[in-house]
């Protein structure tokens, strides 16, 4: 038993709403693109490298100094252009980026990825609560 009278606007709305993605994001003034990252608090201009390097590279950047200090013993700081960085979330990266969850996480979730770094160490929210960290 078929109705006729359905299977042709069935099967248009069908497509319409496969397509949907598509020409939504056309019509749609608010494209998708990368989420606005707020530049951190206090006034800083740079990050240790430039921010397309950062982008591209942080997540090696810090495997790289996690590496160099619990494997190799190296707790020594990292100077970028004269200027003396710990090598640490909590030492770096969190002093500017005091906002990990409107930043990373920001980020992060419009990338689906989900760094299990927190696991452990601290947010600075969490530091503020007056959590203690291990370092
Ligand atoms: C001295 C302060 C400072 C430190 C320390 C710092 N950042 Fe940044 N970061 C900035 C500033 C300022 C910008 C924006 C720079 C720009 O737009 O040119 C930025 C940009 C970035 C970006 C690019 C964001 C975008 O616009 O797409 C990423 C990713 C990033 N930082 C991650 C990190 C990570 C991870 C660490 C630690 C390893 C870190 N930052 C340490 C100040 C800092
Ligand atoms: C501009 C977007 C952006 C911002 C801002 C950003 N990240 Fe990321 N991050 C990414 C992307 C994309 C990946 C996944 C890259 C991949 O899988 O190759 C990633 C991966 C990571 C990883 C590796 C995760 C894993 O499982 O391998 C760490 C660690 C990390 N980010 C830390 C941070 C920290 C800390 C901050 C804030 C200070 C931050 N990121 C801010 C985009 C960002
Ligand atoms: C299972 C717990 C755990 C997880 C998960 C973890 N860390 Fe750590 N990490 C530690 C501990 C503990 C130390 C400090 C050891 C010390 O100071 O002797 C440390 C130290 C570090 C250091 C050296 C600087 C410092 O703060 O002492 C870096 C860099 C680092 N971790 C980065 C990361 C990143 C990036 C991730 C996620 C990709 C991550 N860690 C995930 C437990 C963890």
Redesign the pocket.
Known sequence: MYNKGLIVPGLIILVLLVTFPFWFDAFSATKSTDPTVEPPPGGEQHCIYPADEMRAEHMVI??E??DD??RNGNRGTVTVDGKVYG?????ACMKCHTNKEEFCDRCHTYASVT???W???LTPTQQKAGLKE??
């Open positions: 810090l495997n100094w996690r200090v619990l090598k640490g979330l909590q030492l760094p299990y770094c696991d452990c160490h291990a370092n």
